[in-house]
């Protein structure tokens, strides 16, 4: 359930019609519900109640400042994989203490940031990594609380780009060498083990490859402990998949107490990295219709938003509803619809079934909350575009639009090329 529903044949965002919102900001934006935020936030949280946990947002899936805020509000923690990441999740308010740093290629001057900022713990990719970690913080005099971020080799069943928990796949540290790295990392004189972390991939519909991580975890979890290791956290990352068409993922209660009973038997205090399944279905993409044109084969309507906009449909031919923001009694359609881009691969939905639309109307993308605008980049110079949230009838601009003197910001013309005559 969200916030997002037809009123009078009206797109409302809760209490507001979209076209409102559209008079104030332009075209393209996004747009956020604050209700459905919240509502998913404590939602999932409250999934986990009756056991030791905390739930790391994973800012990857929608950094804005407001929202980091919002859910630090709510008591969550975070998920960061950068500098960048962390730099933004103290600055929205989250806790150092709550927050993970999860990612393959920490730099030093990232671990030495995160060090200094106190986080909870870094989930360590590498044997190498450990080290580094190591080193960083014995030059600045602290102790580093790691788990190590274990590959268990289990089949997520999801897009293969997204699938992380194979062996093929760059993450994490493949679970029979696990041990190893764990000794490496109790010798380490600036390191101390807290916990173990793994993460199986993202939008998964099922509980069973969640079901068979725990079990392999646990085994290698007992056997640390009979070494004399301290695992306190255990961190079960993200994954957890939303409906963007006719998916049934089941919902966080349904996840919550299918996991629930091996969780306790691990005796830690539980994490969790959801990131999609918070945002997806909270936030939309309202873009305005430009043209329309049909040849023998194909119809399209060309809308102001693109693939810079929301690389999800051509970067993973990820499916997401398209709606019309005014239902009209009109004939319906098969189009594709595509940006302004210069690319082929330039589509928010391809062969869809949908009203007739003329020049000025409104659509709306639906599920776009999560990996949306965090995503998006300024391909073919394009400014990036607004984003908005509304919480009841009032509209908050979160972000505002990129003018044209954003995309040139930190270029610069080398003198030599100033003094360079132009032609023509
Ligand atoms: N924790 C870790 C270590 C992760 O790598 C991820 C996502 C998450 C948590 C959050 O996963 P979620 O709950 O959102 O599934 N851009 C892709 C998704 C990439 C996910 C990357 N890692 C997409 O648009 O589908």
Do not use: W
């Not at 995160?114 to 970690?133: W, Y």
């Not at 190893?180 to 972390?197: C, F, H, T």
Request: net charge neutral.
């Amino acid at each position: 359930m969200h916030y997002f529903e037809y009123i009078k044949g009206e797109l409302h965002c809760e209490g507001i019609p979209i076209s409102r919102i559209t008079e104030k900001v332009g075209t393209p934006f996004y747009l956020y519900s604050y209700k459905t935020l919240v509502r998913h936030f404590n939602v999932f949280n409250e999934a986990f109640q009756g056991i030791s946990h905390l739930v790391c947002y994973s800012m990857k899936a929608n950094s804005n400042l407001a929202l980091i805020r919002l859910f630090a509000s709510l008591g969550g923690g975070v998920d960061v994989v950068s500098g960048g990441e962390l730099y933004r999740a103290l600055k929205g308010g989250a806790d150092p203490r709550q927050i993970v740093f999860s990612g393959v290629g920490k730099k030093e001057e990232e671990i030495e940031f995160a060090l200094k900022s106190g986080i909870l713990m870094f989930n360590v990719e590498s044997s190498m990594e450990l080290r580094a970690i190591d080193g960083v913080a014995g030059r600045i005099n602290k102790k580093a609380p790691i788990a190590i971020r274990v590959n268990p080799d289990i089949d997520a069943k999801t897009h293969p780009y997204i699938t992380t928990g194979l062996k093929q796949n760059k993450f994490g540290i493949d679970i029979l060498r696990a041990p190893m790295a764990y000794r490496l990392a109790s010798e380490l004189p600036n390191l101390k083990v807290v916990g173990i972390d793994c993460h199986l991939g993202s939008q998964l519909v099922e509980v069973e490859p969640f079901v068979d991580a725990l079990k392999k975890l646990r085994r290698l979890v007992d056997s640390l402990r009979k070494e004399g290791m301290e695992i306190r956290y255990l961190d079960l990352g993200g994954g957890l998949g939303i409906t963007y068409n006719d998916e049934e993922p089941p919902d966080p209660v349904e996840y919550a107490s299918s996991i629930l009973d091996q969780i306790r038997s691990f005796d830690c205090t539980l994490i969790l990295e959801p990131g999609r399944v918070i945002v997806g279905n909270a936030g939309i993409l309202v873009s305005r219709v430009l043209y329309t044109k049909e040849n023998e084969e194909k119809r399209f309507i060309i809308v102001d938003a693109a693939m810079n906009d929301l690389v999800r449909p051509s970067y993973y031919g990820s499916f997401h509803q398209v709606l019309p923001v005014k239902k009209e009694n009109r004939e319906e359609i098969v189009a594709d619809v595509v940006g302004p881009v210069c690319e082929s691969a330039d589509f928010l939905a391809k062969g869809r079934k949908i009203q007739k639309l003329h020049p000025g109307e409104l659509i709306a993308v639906m599920s776009a909350g999560a990996y949306g605008f965090s995503m998006s980049t300024n391909y073919n110079s394009r400014p990036r575009v607004a984003e908005v949230l509304v919480r009841d009838d009032e509209m908050h601009v979160i972000r505002k639009r990129e003018g044209y003197e954003d995309l040139i910001r930190g270029e610069k013309i080398p003198k030599f090329l100033l003094e360079s005559t132009l032609k023509g």
